[in-house]
């Protein structure tokens, strides 16, 4: 259980354009996903925290408008990337955090991760 | 001061040895504790919970010491597929996760 996945796992795309990233929970509800960006042998750096039907968290430093969150439903996030450029260029990771009622409540789920490569 | 700090290594251990990642965290609030491993380009993967009384799983062994704020992770006769990154998280109050910068291990043949 708890299985978490993302699409698409890989993008390249021209500078200037927009790519939406695709988080879905399979197997549980998710209240709660996080939103990571992550540069070659660096840790996770955490974007934003996409609550159900509300307004994303943003961390400081991070442009809402540039990175722009949805989170309509208990299974399903998504990340949209506006108007990339080459130092977005990163890969992207997911996380989901079951409800309240579940037992692993305390645990984060990864996504497999999404590639971006603007040119 | 960053919450969660971590030596980033590199361990570059013998196939067999015994290896083990320490880490510390700021915040005496914190409640939940855990060690997730990260392969090359991949996402991490949950590896242990850490709880106040010690927790082992096969060849590898967590602990927490909430007196002196930090966790540890053993790993016991290591095999070439620990190599890996290694991130401890620590968890405050509601969606407050804070990761570490990893570990880098290598297990040599």
């Known amino acids: 259980g708890a299985v978490v996945s993302q699409h698409p796992s890989r993008v390249i795309c021209k500078s200037g354009t927009s790519v939406k990233i695709e988080c879905r929970s399979l197997?549980?509800?998710?209240?709660?996903m996080f939103w990571y960006r992550q540069f070659p042998k660096k840790s996770l750096m955490l974007m934003a925290t996409?609550?159900?039907?509300?307004?994303?968290?943003?961390e400081q430093g991070v442009e809402k408008d540039k990175f722009l969150i949805n989170h309509a439903s208990l299974t399903l996030s998504t990340l949209t990337v506006t108007s990339a450029h080459p130092e977005d260029s990163s890969f992207y990771i997911c996380?989901?955090?079951?409800?309240?009622?579940?037992?692993?409540?305390?645990?984060?789920?990864f996504g497999p991760g999404t590639r971006l490569t603007v040119l | 001061r960053k919450e969660v700090e971590q030596d980033p290594g590199p361990f570059n251990v013998p196939e067999g040895a015994t290896v083990a990642f320490n880490c510390t965290y700021s915040?005496?609030?914190?409640?939940?504790f855990f060690w997730y491993r990260q392969d090359c380009r991949k996402e991490p993967k949950l590896l242990m919970s850490?709880?106040?009384s010690g927790n082992e799983d096969g060849r590898f062994t967590a602990q927490l010491n909430r007196a002196s704020q930090y966790i540890s992770l053993l790993i016991r006769d290591s095999k070439l597929s620990d190599s890996a990154t290694y991130l401890c998280?620590?968890?405050?109050?509601?969606?407050?996760?804070?990761f570490g910068t990893g570990t880098s291990l290598t297990v040599i043949p």
């Open positions: 996380s989901a955090r079951p409800n309240p009622r579940a037992s692993s409540y305390n645990e984060q789920f």
């Open positions: 197997d549980f509800q998710a209240t709660t």
């Open positions: 996409s609550n159900e039907g509300s307004k994303a968290t943003y």
């Open positions: 915040n005496s609030a914190s409640q939940s």
């Open positions: 850490v709880y106040s």
């Open positions: 998280v620590v968890t405050l109050t509601g969606n407050q996760f804070y």
